[in-house]
């Protein structure tokens, strides 16, 4: 009896007949997901918008009820382990006098635009170091040392430099994130399949065109993987320039806040910190570098929707 | 019960699909690639898939293989795992040519020695002795295609083993070779496939080889792909075999000649 | 070989009156630390005391982390003039060749203890356990390591460096048996861990005075604008004469800084012990100084003695204070070079 | 006379007769060598060697010279910018005493450990996060999130978890080097040709030998990119970790080195302590990375020798 | 003196190669692809290139393109920037099948609105109307080819405004069309041949190809790479054709069989 057999390969779908085999294996079947071939028929909206929104609501409640129950336990004292309705305390006292409004613009628009200028700079700097060998054996291991260097070890340098200014603060940002886009590129591009940059030059693209049609794009997915490292080491090192000073002239930032809690072992205000932190690291992801990965790679055939 | 009936019918299948559509997309970007295919393979049975370029053929093994589902319709295998070999060469580009050959030997869990002797057996059988340990890219194309082509036959080896009916999935495995090596390797292929008793579904579209090599041709319109026709030419010679290769090859031209008209 | 001309700018103007300069400055760029050894600074700034004597010159106040950033902010010429722990302006003069700054008068005094648990009676009980100070070459560092060697238990005791604030939470959870802490730090670990004074460092120093925080400003400035740092050192007398008057009007103007600075504030209690165990005043005791310079190397954090002859430049202050009615402070000399 | 014409192709090279014409464009063409095919016949092991160290050495030759002038001409004072030979003298200094050996192999061995603990990590979870949907819908975005928050945050909770042990240090960084690694496996994952996941599973590749012996080698080049982003992350997390506090259980580490020498406001010693984390990062880009790097992309034909 | 020289002896010849040497590698690993090749190719000339697989013929176009470095010999073009049609089809993956084909077109400046009815007019003339917004992902193998094959010749219309000799390097590019659309689009290259007066190189394994489509055949033995043997094929028709065909087929399966043999 053959196809009674394990190995019995058998599949069986039928229009518009609820959810699909493939999708229920994938929920039920964890790792065996690696194996599922794409969904059969498309999902409906609705379904589409509740699956991407489901799976991290669910995980952050889930994490939050298991804070609350360590809490509850009183396993370790409070002033260790705020119980999560503290932390909503101070983060509503913070909304309610507008403060965190504050904190988030300074800290997110220094780090927006310093990402920004690093990109404009670590791109024509991570061409070169790709495709001109003498630029790469020169300055290639350095821009990879630069980047395993500490924000902080910028700090005395910058405030020499630049004074208490955004400057400083923008040149910590730019040391910190150049590097990592700019490797990240040159490793997008050192993955393109060598016949696409042939099939520019035998189109007569020339330097700048070739960079610009082929390369930047050919390059687009570990580029992206590139950038989304950049923006991670830019907000890193913009928290660290933050504790640098605070004057009305710069400003308070989510940076300054962390550390005001730390310099008082303020565990609510500690957690807060790192939860507003995280609420823009995720954010980003979502808004800004999660929908740009999709339709790269989708645009590629790369991932199934 | 309906599987013990459905058993007993089965028994003379290796492959069945039944009414299988599958449409690419949504909405008004969709395409219909197969539109209802009704197909019946036997176990050994040796079937030619022809038809106009983008009709489906190759759709058509993926659905069988289990590397995408259908739309609609239903497919049975009771053959062990196919062994596939696909249109583009699809070499793991990390591994060199010896290890390419090898790797389903390891995922089944052959032993070093016999894997070795295999893969060397494989490469002369592809006249490819000596490229062992090139990389893929160092190929050209043809030989890249009979790398594929020996991975493929190596795969299709190990699946036989545990006993049951086997199936092979080749698509077009010969297009990028010379007229002669493509002499020589469907010769190796009949070889290969009259001692094995594997099923093989072949597509192709060199109607000449279609008939030279399948025991049966099946003919796919295009957009949507359905069955327009098929042809036994088992065993066909000579004028016989030129006149199959003629009538096919008029159909096909009709075909494609509606379609573009359409 | 290199020029010397670049350093003219900064060079000492120690003959004669400071100069009239360029006049007062547009803006006073102050730093200060949200502390309570600060809070001649806090309370002036909560009051608007140094406003009120500045005139048309605008006060920007820059809350700095660590001396660091203040040191090299002033170096780096983006910052005028700051109030700072006394280890660390020694240092700023020293590290700069006796140019960049210069001490104009004292803020605090006193306000640091050796505190320890309950089961610690004497110096010899420390052996083999860990005493923590807030961080290398500061004030309490040099001092505790100073004692040490002293005490000659130098290899005996371990001494780490940590923020005050992990200081508390590792001694409460016994990892740590003693600290040498500023206030309110070293009050902190007594009303909040049960910790016991062992050692008031006023105890180490005749007179029972040691200058604790102090106000250095860039020479440069000091050169160009002495009427705008004779402002701030009006201001700075009068918040001190406030402080000394009405206490609790102090207190309060510190937790209200506190809190806007740092988002809390210190609990009654602490900062009423802070307060009794620092003395607010301008003397800098400068006789001290050579003293606390050796301290460093003796504590292995200096390879040499800063030579802290022309670091003080206390003309303005005694001008203030004269104006004012008060006893002039004594520079001990350090005024020349 | 169309031959004379700038658009005529003429590539013209005898075996042997010194360096062949696209060597010497690509070091005299600057960004043609956008465009210069691979160099024709061999180059001798020596000038092999020469063309891998002198570009480095030179460039490191020009910067210290650059420095050395800009200190000559005294526009900013010496306690601002000392000169390369105090730095000399300092560096020399630890030499000496061998102090430099022991605040090395306190950092380097701890963040060698921390890395592979943390590659140990990684790996699955980026395996994980790549394949199963669900769980990258669920803890995806959080991953990025986590590898845009600076490793101080974590230091008040690893101290209260783990007090001031080497453990404490090793959450520190862990935290910063798993989703960074994590996250360059995904990409690497998602830029894998989708035929070649297939071509594993006709073969019936089960989940774990699919991820060993396509998914893994197959997104190995961005992977590895993925890794020195990951090294980048844990060392510069460990600097952080490193500033935790400074005691003899602990050992000085290369963080606290350079943490000293800002409370002293010694410049000399800041400058000392990043060149030596600068050297480090280098050193095992050189050592580990470019090698691995390279044998990779030869492999598969993606580098031109 | 020697260009002017050169110039008056060469204004016959589009592309001409002299004693050209193709090593990969290095030491043990070498291996000689092409081995004293003297080729010369006139100003609109249609050459078919033809060998066993493997024996360098991509090697001696990319060569031409100016692709590869020659390890010695010397190649001289007096023609403009030629087309290359590759093997492998290239296509960027990021590119729908529209902007695909514009690449070469959007390179040389073209305006937009030119552009866009050119690649409606190329997408016409490889039977793929309607396609221009999909990816090279949602085609089949066929129409990827068929999508290089368009681009090619953009390039190619491209590359001749300039007034000089044009040539096109097309590497068996009807290989993974069925019979029937071949057989339209040699008609369709040839027309675009007659109409340009475009010298074209064209690799192909399928002998009957080459004879029908070029003026010359020219056949390479494998390893090392040679020319053995040249065939003037213009104009054949009928049993002419189909005589030069076996020849030729004879002489190819002489030499694979020599090289097999030794
Ligand atoms: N992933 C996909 N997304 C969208 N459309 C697809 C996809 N794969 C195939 N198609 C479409 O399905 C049809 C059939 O494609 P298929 O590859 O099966 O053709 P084929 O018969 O193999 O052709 P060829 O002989 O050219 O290889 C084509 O029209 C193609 O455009
Ligand atoms: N990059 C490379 N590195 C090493 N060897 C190579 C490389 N490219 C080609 N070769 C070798 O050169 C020889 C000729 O290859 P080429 O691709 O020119 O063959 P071809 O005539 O185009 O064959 P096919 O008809 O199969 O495409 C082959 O033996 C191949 O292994
Ligand atoms: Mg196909
Ligand atoms: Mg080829």
């Known amino acids: 009896m053959p196809q009674l057999d394990q190995d019995t390969a058998e599949h069986k779908t039928a229009h518009g007949d609820g959810p699909s ?14 194996d599922a071939p794409d969904a059969g028929p498309q999902r409906s909206r609705g379904r589409r918008i509740a699956a991407a929104v489901l799976p991290p609501i669910g995980a952050a409640v889930l994490f939050i009820a298991i804070w609350q129950a360590v809490w509850a336990a009183a396993w370790v004292p409070e002033h260790r382990l705020p119980s999560p309705l503290t932390i909503g305390e101070v983060f509503w006292g913070l909304v309610e006098t507008g403060q965190v409004w504050e904190l988030l613009w300074t800290s997110v628009h220094r780090a927006v635009i310093g990402f920004i200028i690093a990109l404009a700079i670590a791109t024509p700097l991570g061409l070169l170091l790709a495709r ?17 260097l500490p924000s902080v070890a910028w700090v005395p340098a910058a405030v020499i430099w630049f004074g208490l ?12 994130a150049v590097p990592s886009i700019a490797n990240g590129l040159v490793a997008g591009i050192d993955q ?47 928290m660290a320039a933050e504790l640098i000073a605070s004057s009305p002239e710069l400003g308070d930032g989510l940076g300054q806040f962390l550390h ?17 932190i995280l609420v823009v690291g995720v954010g980003i992801e979502l808004l800004v570098f999660a929908p740009l990965e999709k339709v790269t790679l989708n645009a590629r055939g790369l991932r199934k929707s | 019960m309906a599987i013990a009936l459905e058993n007993a019918v089965q028994t003379e299948v290796a492959v069945r699909l039944e009414d299988l559509h599958k449409v690419f997309g949504t909405g008004r970007q969709a395409v219909t ?55 583009e060469h699809a070499l793991m580009p990390w591994l060199t040519v010896h290890r390419n050959i090898e790797l389903p030997l390891r995922l089944a869990g052959v032993g070093r020695a016999e894997r070795a002797a295999k893969v060397e057996e494989l490469l002369s059988l592809v006249r490819l002795e000596g490229t062992g340990r090139k990389r893929p890219h160092e190929l050209s194309g043809g030989m890249r295609q009979r790398v594929a082509l020996a991975r493929s036959l190596a795969s299709a080896v190990q699946g036989s083993a545990d006993g049951k009916h086997a199936l092979m999935l080749m698509d077009e495995p010969f297009s990028a070779l010379d007229a002669i090596t493509r002499d020589l390797l469907q010769a190796e292929l009949l070889r290969v496939w009259r001692a094995t008793g594997t099923a093989v579904v072949f ?22 792909g359905r069955v327009v026709d098929e042809w036994d030419v088992d065993g066909l010679t000579g004028s016989d075999e030129s006149a199959a290769v003629d009538t096919i090859g008029a159909k096909l031209r009709e075909v494609i000649s509606t379609h573009a008209a359409a | 070989s290199r020029a010397d001309s670049g350093d003219s700018g900064s060079a000492p103007a120690s003959s004669g009156a400071p100069s009239a300069g360029k006049g007062p400055a547009a803006e006073l760029r102050l730093g200060y630390f949200p502390n309570v050894t600060h809070t001649p600074a806090l309370v002036g700034l909560e009051k608007g005391l140094f406003t009120k004597e500045l005139g048309s010159t605008k006060l920007v106040p820059t809350k700095f982390n660590a001396g660091g950033e203040a040191v090299n902010a002033l170096y780096g010429g983006s910052l005028d003039a700051t109030f700072i722990g006394s280890g660390p302006s020694l240092n700023a003069y020293g590290k700069s060749d006796g140019k960049a700054v210069r001490l104009v008068a004292g803020t605090a005094s006193r306000g640091a203890q050796l505190v320890v648990k309950p089961e610690i009676n004497s110096e010899q009980d420390l052996v083999g356990k860990t005493v923590v100070t807030p961080q290398l070459g500061n004030t309490q560092d040099i001092a505790l390591k100073k004692w040490l060697a002293d005490k000659q238990l130098t290899d005996k005791v371990k001494v780490q460096n940590t923020e005050n604030a992990l200081a508390l939470e590792e001694f409460k959870k016994g990892s740590v048996q003693a600290a040498w802490l500023p206030e309110p730090w070293s009050s902190r670990l007594v009303l909040e861990a049960g910790a016991k004074v062992l050692l008031d460092e006023k105890d180490l120093w005749p007179g029972g005075e040691f200058p604790t925080t102090v106000l250095i400003v860039s020479t440069t400035f000091l050169n160009d604008h002495p009427e705008t740092v004779k402002g701030l050192l009006k201001g700075l007398v009068a918040s001190v004469d406030y402080t000394k008057k009405d206490t609790a009007g102090a207190k309060t103007a510190v937790n209200a800084q506190l809190k806007a600075l740092t988002g809390k504030e210190l609990n009654a ?22 003293q606390l310079s050796k301290d460093a190397v003796t504590a292995k954090v200096a390879q040499k003695e800063t030579d802290v002859k022309g670091f003080l430049d206390l003309r303005l202050l005694n001008e203030v204070l004269t104006g004012a009615g008060q006893s002039a402070v004594d520079a001990a000399g350090l005024d020349k070079k």
Chains 1, 4 share one sequence.
């Open chain 1, 21 to 34: 085999g493939a999708e229920v294996d994938g929920a039920i079947g964890g790792l065996d997901a690696l």
């Open chain 1, 132 to 148: 001109v060998r003498i630029v790469r054996a020169a300055i290639g291991p350095l821009v990879s040392g630069l980047q395993s």
């Open chain 1, 165 to 176: 200014t955004d400057a400083s603060i923008y040149m910590v940002v730019l040391l910190g």
């Open chain 1, 192 to 238: 393109i399949p060598p016949i696409l940059p042939r099939v520019g030059k035998v189109m007569g693209a020339g330097s700048l065109a070739n960079a610009r049609h082929i390369l930047l794009p050919a390059a687009l997915p570990g580029y992206l993987a590139g950038m989304k490292q950049g923006w991670a080491f830019s907000w890193r090192s913009l």
């Open chain 1, 260 to 276: 005001n809690g730390m310099s008082l072992f303020d565990m609510p205000m500690v957690i807060t910190g790192i939860l507003l």
């Open chain 2, 33 to 87: 690639a197969l539109d209802g295919i009704d197909l019946a393979v036997r176990p050994g049975e040796f079937v030619c898939l022809v038809g106009a370029s983008g009709c489906g053929k190759t759709t058509l093994l993926n659905l069988i293989a289990g590397l995408e589902q259908p739309s609609s319709g239903r497919i049975t295998l009771t053959t062990s795992r196919p062994a596939v070999m696909f249109q």
């Open chain 2, 203 to 224: 597509v192709t579209h060199d109607v000449r080889e279609a008939v030279r090599l399948g025991q049966r041709v099946v003919l796919l319109s295009s957009r949507p």
């Open chain 3, 269 to 290: 209690a602490t900062i009423d012990r802070a307060f009794t165990n620092l003395s607010f005043t301008l003397d800098p005791y400068a006789a001290l100084l050579p």
